[in-house]
């Protein structure tokens, strides 16, 4: 607001300054050409009657009429000079200069053939302004004509345009400080509210939202900004609920311990045979937990900032055989069929963060394995297209139902929580995977039947070799 009227304050005043130095200028040049008229008038009246020397120019400028004429509707001192500077004639009622010597710097410079004017202050601090011509017989100079008036009513109406202007500049000051108050109000109450949103937001209070109306970039902000929080609210929902499946996870063996070693405490004479079986149970647990902490620090890692995935060039064919080495014992153990196939002419090598590959492609067939019955067969397939390495793992297990496919890459999500715990599952190993190929710009896509079998499609884009 203040800014405002400052700088409507400051043009006014230029604006002021201006028009009242141009009213200024065009007021005096139109008084001095009135008088140099006049003046001209009276000369050519002098000149034309007889000689301004010997004459009688007080009857000349007198009887004619025109010339009286002239000063009527505006008083104006009127003297005609000699050569000496004395004054001939001088149209004041009390005639109180004739025969005196005048001297005007504009007189002066009459005598010698210039016609001037100038203006002065007086005394009582009025302008004036006077104005004189050589009079002219023959080529030389035979007198002066020197005109004398007061600038008094242009100084007024001058005065009193400075006076509205500045009334003017006031109320327009006035008008904009109210109306630039109501506009601040206006732009400054949705921002003001913002601030109490974005605090509430920044304390954690994530389901405050900001009500949009319009369409201006307030409105815009409004929108980015709920986006953002309901962002936030979904991150903090999961984050909330990974610590409480982690905090659940890692009980659970713990609990279990600490029941079978309780047993073994509380009964003295218990069965050796008994411990034995209780400790074999005891030390599944630690694996189990070992194992869970082992998924749990991986997936930290991978969700840092500072998680790049380090890229080397990787002959897939190898990769996949090596995670079919190490897999085909289990897969032996469970009495399931595990292939490798690959559709490309040639082997493929590409760029890829090896471990994180290895990590997602094992876990993925290792749970084919897992979910399969026996009998069953475990096939994996590497092709390629035109910008993207396709990884296939296929099995014709349990199968996934329709409705939790979405689901089981969510951290320790698992569709049969029980059958998932006899096989050592941990519910951590697909968000592992999808963790692992979203680092690399790919995604994997589960096609998959209840009873018939599943199909895991990770579809890397190609990124050179
Ligand atoms: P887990 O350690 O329990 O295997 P994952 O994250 O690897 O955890 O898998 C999540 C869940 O998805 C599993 O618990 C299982 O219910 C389901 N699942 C994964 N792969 C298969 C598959 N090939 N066949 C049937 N179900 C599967």
Redesign the pocket.
């Given at each position: 607001m203040f800014t405002y009227v400052l700088i409507i304050l400051l043009t006014l005043f230029l604006l002021s300054v201006y028009i009242l130095s141009s009213l200024k200028e065009y007021f005096y040049e139109r008084e001095k050409v009135t008088m140099f008229t006049k003046a001209n008038v009276v000369a050519e009246v002098i000149t034309s009657k007889g000689d301004i020397a010997s004459a009688d120019i007080t009857d000349m400028i007198d009887v004619t009429s025109a010339t009286k004429d002239l000063f009527i509707d505006k008083p104006m001192r009127l003297l005609v000079l000699d050569t000496q500077s004395m004054v001939l004639y001088d149209n004041d009622t009390t005639n109180s200069l004739k025969d005196k010597i005048f001297i005007k710097d504009t007189v002066k410079s009459a005598l010698v053939g210039i016609t001037s004017n100038s203006v002065y202050q007086n005394e009582n601090a009025s302008y004036s302004m006077d104005a004189a011509i050589p009079v002219l017989k023959d080529g030389t100079t035979v007198g002066v004509i020197y005109l004398r008036q007061s600038l008094q009513d242009v100084t007024d109406f001058l005065h009193d345009t400075q006076s509205s202007l500045v009334t003017l500049s006031l109320i327009i000051s006035i008008m904009i400080a109210v109306l630039s108050a109501l506009l601040a109000g206006v732009v400054t109450s949705p921002l003001a509210r913002f601030t109490q949103v974005a605090d509430a937001v920044a304390a954690g209070n994530f389901n405050q939202r900001m009500d949009v109306h319009g369409k201006d970039e307030i409105a815009r902000l409004g929108v980015a900004f709920n986006t953002m929080s309901q962002h936030l609210m979904v991150l903090e929902e999961k984050r909330k609920m990974f610590v409480s499946d982690a905090s659940h996870e890692l009980k659970t063996p713990l609990s279990t311990i600490k029941l079978l070693s309780e047993s073994i405490l509380q009964s003295p004479d218990i069965d050796p045979e008994m411990v034995r079986e209780f400790l074999v149970d005891m030390n599944n647990e630690v694996d189990r937990l070992n194992r869970i902490i082992e998924r749990l620090l991986e997936l930290t890692k991978n969700d840092s900032a500072h998680n790049r995935a380090e890229f080397e060039t990787v002959n897939v064919n190898r990769l996949l055989e090596v995670i079919v080495r190490k897999l085909r014992p289990l897969a032996k153990e469970r009495g399931i069929a595990l292939s490798f196939a690959h559709s490309a002419e040639d082997e493929v090598e590409m760029l890829l963060d090896k471990d994180k590959i290895y990590e997602a492609v094992y876990?993925?067939v290792?749970?084919?394995i897992?979910?399969?019955e026996q009998g069953g067969a475990v096939g994996i397939r590497l092709s390629t297209d035109l910008n993207s390495t396709i990884i296939e793992?296929e099995?014709n297990?349990?199968?996934?139902p329709k409705e939790?496919t979405g689901r089981?890459?969510d951290r320790f999500?698992?569709?049969?929580?029980a059958?998932?715990r006899t096989?050592?599952?941990?519910?951590?190993?697909?968000?592992?995977?999808s963790d692992a190929v979203n680092l690399h710009g790919g995604h994997i896509e589960v096609i998959?039947e209840e009873g018939v079998?599943?199909r895991?499609i990770i579809i890397l884009p190609y990124a050179g070799k």
């Open positions: 876990n993925i290792d749970n084919s897992k979910y399969t793992i099995d297990g349990i199968g996934i939790e089981i890459f999500y698992r569709v049969d929580k059958r998932a096989t050592g599952g941990t519910g951590l190993g697909l968000a592992i995977a998959s079998g599943s895991f």
